[in-house]
């Protein structure tokens, strides 16, 4: 049964979201880890894809658009629709819903954006996971450092 990890951030703006993002992706490859980040929409995705590459000079976090690339996929893999056929470790789910492949990873991490909207979508995941019976823990980032 997977894992479930919400971090709620207490930041305001787009700005620590992006970096979390970032951050989680690089502490999980460090950790050797397969990540698949699974985005809201094709624009969304792209705009990942460009962030991991610029994200920090003296990072480097191998990733690839799903379905683009070398037919031995990286690490991190970014997608927005389709179910990862590789990754089975951990997924960062930055989509409005749960997605239906989400029990085939160890752990789950949701991001809880400090606005309203987030916070309502945040809830509703919440509420989904608690009522399977999963292992939830929360974090509360004054910070996006982890």
């Known amino acids: 049964m997977a894992k479930i990890d919400f971090y709620v951030i207490q930041i305001p703006g787009a700005k620590p979201r992006l970096d ?4 989680l992706a690089e502490k999980a490859y460090k950790n050797k880890h397969r990540i ?3 985005a809201n ?3 969304e995705a792209y705009q990942l894809d460009e962030l ?3 994200y920090r000079e003296d990072s480097f976090l191998p990733h690839n658009l799903v379905g683009e690339g070398p037919n031995l996929a990286p690490p991190i893999q970014i997608g927005f629709k389709e179910k990862p056929e590789n990754h089975r470790d951990i997924l960062l789910n930055l989509h409005q819903a749960v997605p239906e492949f989400y029990s085939h990873f160890t752990r789950v991490l949701e ?3 400090n606005d309203d909207e987030s916070q309502a979508i945040a809830r ?3 509420r989904f996971y608690r009522a399977a019976g999963y292992d939830i823990t929360t974090h509360k980032l004054s910070s996006v450092e982890i």
């Open 20 to 23: 979390l993002i970032c951050r």
């Open 36 to 38: 698949y980040i699974h």
């Open 41 to 43: 929409n094709q624009t």
């Open 52 to 54: 991991l590459w610029t």
């Open 111 to 113: 991001l809880v954006p």
């Open 124 to 126: 509703e995941h919440y």
